[in-house]
């Protein structure tokens, strides 16, 4: 019912920058908030959220460097990241969370975009 695409990952030396976006589209009213998770292999940690009102929070270890923002219009959530370094390097998936036009609740997982941070 909800379907998210994502994109913007790829190879970047330490210190570049890549931006991510992850679009929703289908049977959507509203939506709640949309984060940003990465998984290196291990569990998947928040990196970044972004809620209705565009209130956001990072993880420790991306303030200052990752900035999360969403356009409303386009039910997408994008996320630029400086400085990047190795410890970033991680699949980096979009979780959304919202409402349907049917009135049930939903949640949603992009399928992941890999970011490799390597020179």
């Known amino acids: 019912q909800v379907q998210l695409v994502e994109s913007g990952g790829g190879l970047v030396q330490p210190g570049g920058s890549l931006r991510l976006s992850c679009a929703a589209s289908g049977s959507i009213f509203s939506i709640y908030a949309m984060d940003w998770y990465r998984q290196a292999p291990g569990q998947r940690d928040l990196v970044a959220i972004i809620?209705?009102?565009?209130?956001?929070n990072y993880a420790d270890s991306v303030k200052g460097r990752f900035t999360v923002s969403r356009d409303n219009a386009k039910n997408t959530v994008y996320l630029q990241m400086n400085s990047l370094n190795a410890e970033d390097t991680a699949v980096y998936y979009c979780?959304?969370?919202?409402?349907?036009?049917?009135?049930?609740?939903?949640?949603?997982w992009g399928q992941g975009t890999q970011v490799t941070v390597s020179s």
């Open positions: 809620t209705s009102g565009s209130s956001t």
């Open positions: 979780y959304v969370r919202g409402r349907l036009t049917t009135g049930r609740d939903f949640t949603s």
